[in-house]
């Protein structure tokens, strides 16, 4: 690969629309992302939703795309009519049933792959402990580490095993916040070790469980960083996720267009610090300026020294190790197939004894 097909790789992409228009097909084959983001306005049905990821895929012939999408449950959900979407996470920490955490996350991997989609961001192992907390609220499983855990496990091992990444988020907690990172820049003012107790053991158990990806959070925690969020930290990304904790899976930065990065450093600066930091794929959700203004930074960055090769080329292994896991050899999806998985009646049978069970939990 050139240095910037290797830089291609890095971002992550959404765009508006329902299916690969000309001017979408050009922007992929010219910029080569490593994976695109879908998004409610971007999905109709599960017919379109199978055109659509075989039109992605088609634009990338040198290197299968992520195709990823945000299916929580819950208030989270970006698929349409004709998928089965369940309750959002603190309902299956309720039931505190690991069995009913796993089939859930093993039925939603199994309808994604059938439609074309092969990473879910998921599991949120952020730990609800703050009660104004405006963004995670009832997407976390539960208020305790402990459940948080065996419940986020289980999801990303339903996930896994059906051949859909998992992407345990946000990276080293979210749950503490009292502001909504889409919005503003959360600050975390708690020390060390209540971190320690709290936020961290979901992330801890997601290394030592090989959960296969991460997302940071754009949280500024001065106990870790008195100056930088998260995403764009190399002492929590570098030093702490990755030596201190010895995860070496790929890692993902939230949205960069998020107000808690863009007010405060553009989207340019962040997508250079987030790989200075060790963020191996950049997110970026919607804006197509944005997201080309990223690349050509980051290409700048490479082409000075900012960026060095060797750095780089950490990053794009990673990707490729993930990518030929779960993606390569990419295979089309037909309509006909995903017909006979999407909302299918063993799924509405699973969703229907969670709803029972969720009765006993008013």
Do not use: W
Not at 137 to 159: K, Q, S
Not at 161 to 185: M, R
Not at 302 to 323: F, H, Y
């Amino acid at each position: 690969m050139t240095s910037r097909e290797k830089i291609g790789q890095l971002f992550m992409v959404g765009f508006l629309g329902t299916s690969v228009t000309p001017d979408l097909a050009s922007f992929i084959k010219k910029y080569k992302p490593g994976g695109v983001i879908l998004f409610s306005r971007n999905l109709e049905s599960v017919e379109q939703m199978v055109d659509l990821t075989n039109g992605l895929q088609a634009c990338s012939p040198h290197s299968p795309l992520l195709i990823s999408i945000d299916q929580e449950g819950g208030r989270v959900s970006r698929l349409p009519k004709g998928f089965t979407i369940f309750p959002p996470c603190d309902l299956l920490g309720r039931c505190n049933s690991t069995e009913l955490a796993y089939a859930a996350a093993a039925t939603i991997a199994k309808e994604l792959r059938a439609v074309g989609v092969n990473m879910n961001m998921a599991p949120v192992l952020d730990v609800n402990s703050n009660p104004d907390n405006p963004v995670i609220g009832d997407r976390a499983f539960g208020a305790t580490p402990g459940i948080v855990c065996e419940l986020g496990m289980a999801t990303a091992a339903g996930l896994q095993d059906n051949k859909v990444v998992a992407c345990g988020k946000h990276f080293p907690g979210h749950g503490d916040t009292s502001v909504d990172s889409h919005k503003e820049l959360p600050v975390v003012e708690a020390p060390r070790e209540r971190l320690e107790a709290v936020e961290f053991p979901p992330f801890r158990r997601a290394v030592a469980q090989h959960v296969v990806s991460m997302m940071t959070a754009h949280v500024l925690y001065r106990a870790l960083d008195p100056e930088l969020p998260a995403t764009l930290s190399p002492t929590i990304i570098t030093n702490f996720l990755r030596k201190e904790l010895q995860y070496d899976g790929v890692v993902l930065t939230d949205d960069l267009e998020m107000h808690a990065i863009i007010d405060h450093y553009g989207v340019e600066d962040a997508a250079v610090r987030a790989v200075l930091a060790g963020c191996d794929v950049l997110l970026i959700c919607k804006d197509r300026d944005r997201e080309v203004a990223a690349f050509e930074a980051v290409v700048q960055a490479v082409d000075t020294g900012t960026i060095s090769p060797e750095r780089l080329d950490q990053s794009v292994a990673r990707i490729a190790r993930l990518k030929h896991r779960f993606v390569a050899p990419y295979k089309s999806v037909t309509i006909s197939d995903a017909m006979l998985v999407a909302g299918c009646r063993t799924h509405q049978a699973l969703l229907h004894s969670i709803e029972q069970v969720r009765a006993r939990f008013p």
